[in-house]
């Protein structure tokens, strides 16, 4: 269920003023906000700090069930074509899942009706590959690599893509004066609580209020 932006900045001031801090602008809550989800957001899904040598992610997707729920809005699958180049465009999932992706994975639909998981293959790879028997893109080890405007899935020919995509979160809009310009947010309760904490703590680290950021540090470890 999309939260109203004004349930959203109810809730936060009822965090910063048990800490006897003054509430927000509209204005200031709204940038505060996005920029706090998008920071809890890309901690759980983009992991840089877990790359390991290779520089692959050891996890991408979310950690548990827990994480499955608590971010379920953000996680959408739906079955595209592509064309007979094996050209998937950015713009039709984009559209398909109303938002920006994040991060996707494929899996191919292949001439017996089975759907076959995708190796991402990455460019400096990829013609090598091509050339090794073993791993040179099939029906039944399908790969995809990506383009300026398109997703290119191979072997080359018309299919149905299972796209799974973690789309960024909705921008929150809260303007106090006129009511018709808000934008709710697309996050559960679980993952606003977070938020609200994370912003909590940066809002302390401004006002120098060094109670306000342990408590909601903790707070947010919590959530």
């Known amino acids: 269920m999309a939260r109203n932006p004004l349930w959203v900045y109810n809730r936060y ?5 048990r800490a006897g801090d003054p509430s927000m602008e509209d204005w200031e809550f709204t940038d505060q906000y996005n920029l706090a989800s998008l920071s809890v957001f890309k901690d759980c899904f983009g992991n840089n700090h877990m790359r390991n040598q290779d520089g692959d992610l050891q996890y991408a997707w979310e950690m548990s ?3 499955t729920v608590k971010w379920q809005p953000l996680i959408i699958e ?12 950015t713009t039709t999932i984009e559209t398909a899942i109303n938002g920006k992706i994040y991060h996707l994975r494929f899996d191919r639909k292949n001439t017996d009706g089975d759907y076959r998981y995708c190796r991402f293959v990455r460019h400096n790879d990829r013609g ?3 050339q090794n028997v073993f791993k040179k893109p099939s029906e039944k080890y399908p790969i995809w690599s990506g383009y300026d ?13 299972r796209t799974t995509v973690i789309k960024y979160p909705s921008e929150l809009v809260l303007d106090l004066e006129n009511p018709a310009n808000n934008k709710p947010t697309d996050l559960t309760d679980s993952a606003i609580d ?16 060094q109670e306000l950021v342990q408590n909601s540090t903790m707070q947010e470890k919590q959530q």
């Open 65 to 67: 069930d827990t994480d």
């Open 149 to 161: 405007t398109y997703y290119l899935l191979e072997p080359k020919a018309i299919r149905t893509i």
């Open 194 to 209: 977070e938020v609200l904490w994370r912003m909590a703590a940066q809002y302390g680290i401004q006002i120098r209020e």
């Open 13 to 17: 001031n009822t965090i910063i003023d």
């Open 128 to 130: 090598i590959q091509a």
């Open 78 to 89: 739906k079955e595209i074509v592509c064309d007979g180049a094996g050209k998937l465009n």
